[in-house]
């Protein structure tokens, strides 16, 4: 059982950093302009990732601020869609505004970096948890 754990966690931990790399880029070529909280926060953020640190604890302000703006941005093409494309998966969606589809796409990396970075999150405290508990036999 921990090997297979570790082999998840392995395999988690390399798709996290690529996913916080390509989320730095997309976000770069979206050219969103930061508000005034993430603004301070994005350099750091940015180099974390493309240094290949996507879990790194002291980022998760600034990610929840990233899709605020991203939200954000994507309700002031079109009324309410920001929050759906935050909600759902919108990658079957049919966008033919150049702007609102590639901040749809953003919407998407970042959801997926957070889902595969809470994932091995996860990972690494199951295997905590299994650790403690052969402890105990």
């Known amino acids: 059982m921990a090997n297979d754990l570790n082999e998840q966690l392995e395999k988690a931990v390399l798709l996290t950093i690529k996913q916080g790399r390509w989320l730095a880029e997309e976000w770069e ?8 909280n993430l603004r301070p926060l994005l350099p750091q953020l940015f ?3 493309r240094d290949g640190e996507p879990l790194a604890i002291n ?23 920001g ?31 957070q889902g595969i970075r809470r994932h091995v999150r996860d990972l690494q405290a199951a295997m905590r948890q299994l650790k403690q508990a052969l402890r105990w036999v």
């Open 29 to 36: 070529e979206a050219d969103l302009a930061p508000g005034e």
């Open 59 to 81: 980022d998760d302000k600034a990610l929840d601020l990233m899709a605020d703006e991203i939200t954000g941005a994507l309700n002031a093409l079109k009324p309410g869609y």
């Open 83 to 113: 929050d759906l494309a935050m909600r759902i998966d919108t990658s079957e969606h049919l966008i033919f505004d150049k702007d609102r589809e590639q901040l749809r796409q953003l919407a998407e990396s970042w959801k997926t970096f």
């Open 47 to 49: 180099q974390r990732l």
